[in-house]
Nanobody, 115 residues
Framework: GHFVESGGGLVQPGGSLRLACVASGFPFTPFIMRWYRQAPEKERELVAAIDSRGVTTDYADFVKGRFTVSRDNDKNTLYLQMNSLKPEDTAVYYC?????????WGQGTQVTVSP
């Protein structure tokens, strides 16, 4: 299995970004998919999750109301729409499946929120 994350960049506080994660090498549709992030010198943390059908979502408290997770099973792609970005959202963002996450994480996509 393999993940390729994209869509990160430098954005001002209050701005928006849309991340994408393309999965390959395993059957995408049956799995819950999750977004994670890791800031410098911090542990990786769970940001958002979405069920296999794209119906049920769940968010960490620190992104509720600002981020929206979605998926396109026909394209094996997971998305994260991030609005009202804050400097504390600065991190490398990763995706993985659940359960049985792949040991080989993607390279992630860097999100930097700064004036």
């Amino acid at each position: 299995g393999h993940f390729v994350e994209s869509g990160g960049g430098l954005v001002q506080p209050g701005g928006s970004l849309r991340l994408a994660c393309v999965a390959s090498g395993f059957p995408f549709t049956p799995f819950i998919m999750r977004w994670y992030r890791q800031a410098p010198e911090k542990e990786r943390e769970l940001v958002a999750a979405i069920d296999s059908r794209g119906v049920t979502t769940d968010y960490a408290d620190f992104v509720k109301g600002r981020f929206t997770v979605s998926r396109d099973n026909d394209k094996n792609t997971l998305y994260l729409q991030m609005n009202s970005l804050k400097p504390e959202d600065t991190a490398v963002y990763y995706c993985n499946r659940h359960p049985v996450p792949l040991d080989s994480w993607g390279q992630g996509t860097q999100v930097t929120v700064s004036p």
